[in-house]
Structure formats: C-alpha cells, structure tokens
C-alpha cells in the first residue's frame, strides 16, 4: 500500500485516477445531455475544486462560460459551519443556468449558505456538481444533481482537496489512515 504523509498525518489510497477521471466523464455526459440548447454558467469554488473543474470543463462540449469564486468555512479537518465569504463573482448571473462546481460536500453547509446566497441574484437554474459527497455527515437536506461519489466519513486528500494547504496536487485521492 503507497501511503502518503502530509504535515503530521499518514494517508492511504482511496480513490484511484482512473476511477476520478470515469465519474468525471460520467458527470460531463449528464451535463452535456441536461444542458443541450442552453449555455449554462459554471461556478467553481477554489481552492478544492480546481482540479475537478478542470477535468470537467475538458468532457463539456456544449458552449458554456466558467467563473471562480471563493467560499470559505473550513478549518484544518473540522468544517465551521459557517460561509465566512464568497469572494469575487463579477457576472451577472440573473437569468443564467448556473452549475455550482465543489469538491466535496461533508455537511452540507457551505453549499447550503452559498445556493441561499446565489438565489438572491436571481438565476434561472443552479444545480450543484460536487465530485464527492459524504451522506453520513450532511446536516442539512441539499439536492446534489451531479454527483461522483458518495464516500465514508473520514478526511480525505488529493485531486485539489487540501490538509493545511498541503496535498492539492495528487493525482488521486487519499484517505486518512486507519489506526
Ligand atoms: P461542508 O460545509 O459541506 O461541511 O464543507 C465543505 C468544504 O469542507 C469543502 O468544500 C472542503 O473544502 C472541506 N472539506 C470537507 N470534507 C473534507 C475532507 O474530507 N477533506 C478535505 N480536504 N476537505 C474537506
């Protein structure tokens, strides 16, 4: 087993690249067939999801624009619960169909805060794409449309998920290790 260590923790392999790259296919042909004959807006939420919507944005073939903002409620391996920010959406997106793109959904919170936030620039759809979700841990009822895959409660590194900064850059996604 190729383990990884980042800061203090040791992490063990979780998700592969090729499994990544076949749930991103699979979301970019769900995306491609829902949004025919529209030209949707995504919205990826740095830093985690750059990497996903990179991906992503290469299986999308129907015309579409991509912004980036910056939501943050998250603190070492504990989520606060709280958006402190969205920081720098310039577009106007009243009227748009938006695809929100996040790299992981744990409670739900920040994507919760953030779709009630979009709501009031009045879009005409959003839909969330999130590459992992964590059911187990959701504290609140949120619609996640395009999923990849729903995974155990336990903290996670790679493909841009960071630990303390560090650990975006792997190809494939880590678990931390059992004890
Ligand atoms: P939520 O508000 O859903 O609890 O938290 C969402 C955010 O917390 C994600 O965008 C991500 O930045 C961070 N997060 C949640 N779970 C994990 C995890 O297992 N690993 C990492 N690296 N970040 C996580």
Redesign the pocket.
Known sequence: MHYITVHDKTFQPFLSEMEIQGAVRKIGKSLNQDYKGKQPLFIG?LN?AFMFCSDLLKTVDIPCEITFVRLS??DGME?T?EVRSIINLQEDIAGRDIILV??????????QKALTYFETLNPKSVAIASLLV?PD?LKCEIDIKYCGFEIPE????GYG???NGHGRNFKEIYQLRQE
């Open positions: 939420v985690g409620s998250y989520s619960g996040e790299d992981i959904v744990d409670s739900g919170l920040t994507m964590k841990c336990k903290f996670v590194v998920l960071d630990y």
